[in-house]
């Protein structure tokens, strides 16, 4: 059974950081391609960012030169590395296996003062 388990979310003041984690189980996780992905209330979902099984990185342009998405194939986790978080991250984060509909539950980010 694959399952996606995301952890590290929380409140922090605008300008602080955050590290949220994606642990993976079910699938091969080496040469999975993984999202993160952000739900502010109210809005729809949207790509955050998104790591190839090589290792190629892209991101949303609100995130870019902020935030930074790496895995660790060895530990089968995706992580999302947040610095000078804005109040406008404020969302539920989610991991997703790209190019299926296999999601995690989601971790809620509050970036407030």
């Known amino acids: 059974q694959v399952q996606l388990v995301e952890s590290g979310g929380g409140l922090v003041q605008p300008g602080g950081s955050l590290r949220l984690s994606c642990a993976a189980s079910?699938?091969?996780?080496?040469?999975?391609?993984m999202g993160w992905y952000r739900q502010a209330p109210g809005k729809q979902r949207e790509l955050v960012a998104v790591i190839t099984s090589g290792g190629t990185t892209n991101y949303a342009d609100s995130v870019k030169g902020r935030f930074t998405i790496s895995k660790d194939n060895a530990k089968r986790t995706v992580y999302l590395q947040m610095n000078s978080l804005k109040p406008e991250d404020t969302a539920v984060y989610y991991c997703?296996?790209?190019?299926?509909?296999?999601w995690g539950q989601g971790t809620l980010v509050t970036v407030s003062s």
């Open positions: 079910g699938i091969i996780f080496s040469i999975a391609t």
């Open positions: 997703r296996l790209e190019y299926s509909e296999i």
